[in-house]
């Protein structure tokens, strides 16, 4: 696991960094909420180790998982703090080598102020996560930008990526309609992307009036 993006207060308590995922070998981003002590996809940050956690007012309580795929770390962290790893529960099939996962529901009110918004596209249990004392929404998968310091396009992940790239777009165009209008979120914290801070509302009603657009090839 290489260092690439240490850790950073993006917002007052909500903090960001990006390793190399092991397997993958792609760059992606991890999310801390520092007040409740909830640790969002994670994978353990290079430049300050697992011990950082250990040493804030709260210590990790929770895990929270915008997919299944993105379960990396969370055994270490559930093994080092006692927390529960939640994710959604459409999911929980892809968890068969002893990991302990707590399932929710779109809709359901997760540890640390945080609201399951249902996506469902590109799998079944892809899930935005809304912290609403931050405004702030998580996306896994459904939305990226391919550049997590270095903002490129907002958008899609490439049709490849997708069993029927026509629907799965229309789909996801009508997802993030729906989430503007039941939610009231200024900044997108990206799985695959940087956070998108103060305009990221904009951003993706823009993406919405463009009719959409990939964010990157492979």
Partial sequence: ??????MQE????VYHWTSIHPKLRIEVASYWLDGPGVVIDPLIPADVGIEWFAGRRTPPTAVLLSNRHHFRHSDVFAAAFGCAVHANAAGLHEFTH??????FAPGDAL???????EVGIICPDETALFVEDQRAMVFADALVTGAPHHRQNLGFVPDQLMDDPVQTKLGLLQTFARLLDDYDFAHLLLAHGGPIIGDGRLGLQELISAGGRT????
């Fill in 1 to 6: 696991m290489g260092i690439v993006g240490g």
């Fill in 10 to 13: 993006i917002l007052p308590g």
């Fill in 98 to 103: 002893g990991e302990v996962v707590e399932g």
């Fill in 111 to 117: 540890p640390g102020g945080v609201t399951a918004c």
């Fill in 215 to 218: 964010a990157f090839e492979m």
